[in-house]
């Protein structure tokens, strides 16, 4: 017979985050502050395409930037050059962001009367699938040299996303990826998602991603 207690903390831990983001995102939402949480691996591509993201919208938008790593203030100093404001979040070893950490993030930040916030999340596709951060929508990138198996290894995160970009396929003819198994991988795990095909290097595809970035936005203040 057992003389000790078994407690499910992880669904606790979760349902209370739940809850933190869901009372963040109906704050965003009356400030018709649009935050985009994008989600990636480390070398994906992230920076540069919020860099470039930066450069489309700056005109029209108030761009804020968040971003997220264990250490380092490497990507914040490069988004800084853009005249975006930024802040650079410390995760202290942890490798996401919840809810809360989100909300002190935005404080930070002072994000009231901007327009569109992107949280550039810690780079891994497990840990930053599994919590809510209150945002109004998720993205994540998946790299071409990363390849297509990714939706089959890493199926939540895949889940959990608005939308998919598929980054560096300026780089196709030299890996072996197969763009259209990618598709139909993610598809089945999340029907409704949205996948665009870009170049944050070259430009190629950021049209399609900037015209739906834009429309979210436009629509998240209605």
């Not at 980054?167 to 890996?175: E, Q």
């Amino acid at each position: 017979m057992n003389t000790y207690k078994i407690i499910e903390i992880k669904e606790s831990i979760f349902s209370n985050n739940d809850r933190q983001a869901d009372k963040l995102r109906e704050e965003l939402k009356n400030k018709k502050t649009f935050l985009l949480n994008l989600m990636s691996s480390p070398g994906s591509g992230k920076t540069t395409t919020v860099l470039r993201t930066i450069e489309a919208l700056k005109d029209e938008m108030k761009i804020g930037v968040m971003e997220a790593d264990i250490d380092s203030d490497v990507d914040a100093s490069l988004v800084a050059k853009t005249g975006a404001k930024v802040i650079q979040l410390h995760t202290g070893g942890m490798c996401h962001l919840d809810a809360d950490m989100t909300k002190q993030g935005l404080d930070a930040l002072e994000a009231d009367g901007l327009d569109l916030v992107i949280l550039e999340n810690v780079g891994n596709l497990v840990c930053p699938a599994e919590f809510d951060t209150g945002s109004s929508k998720n993205a994540m990138i998946l790299s071409v040299p990363e390849g297509d198996d990714k939706p089959l290894k890493y199926p939540l995160m895949f889940s959990v996303v608005d939308v998919l970009l598929i980054n560096k396929i300026d780089a196709m003819c030299i890996f072996d990826f197969d763009i259209e198994k990618v598709k139909e991988r993610v598809k089945k795990l999340n029907p409704n998602i949205k996948v665009i095909p870009i170049s944050a290097k070259t430009g190629e595809g950021f049209d399609e991603w900037i015209d739906w970035l834009r429309n979210e936005v436009k629509a998240w203040k209605e």
